[in-house]
């Protein structure tokens, strides 16, 4: 059973930066796609950023030129680095990775908040 945990949430300025990370227990090459999603109070959980074995990439509209999703295959880590933070991308991050046999695992989530 593979486990995958995120980590680097806080609170941040509008404007300001955060990457998070997001570990798993096995080789990432178990997963086919690996991805962020993130759930705002009283709203449905929504994509983010995706990112498939080959490194391919898909945002949201509403991050794009703004967060960028990487992987390091050698630390079996996805990043997602966020710049230019906004009010509205306050909201719980979960990371979540697809096997080729559809199994689909979750993170715990880690909270960002965008505040003055």
């Known amino acids: 059973q593979a486990q995958i945990v995120e980590s680097g949430g806080g609170l941040v300025q509008p404007g300001g930066s955060l990457r998070l990370s997001c570990a798993a227990s096995v080789s990432m090459f178990s997963f086919y796609v690996m991805g962020w999603y993130r759930q705002a109070p009283g709203k449905e959980r929504e994509l983010v950023a995706i990112i498939t074995g080959r490194g391919s990439t898909n945002y949201a509209d509403s991050v794009k030129g703004r967060f960028t999703i990487s992987r390091d295959n050698a630390k079996n880590t996805v990043y997602l680095q966020m710049n230019s933070l906004k009010f509205e991308d306050t909201a719980v991050y979960y990371c979540?990775?697809?096997?080729?046999?559809?199994?689909?695992?979750w993170g715990q989530g880690t909270q960002v908040t965008v505040d003055s």
């Open positions: 979540n990775a697809k096997t080729r046999s559809d199994t689909e695992y």
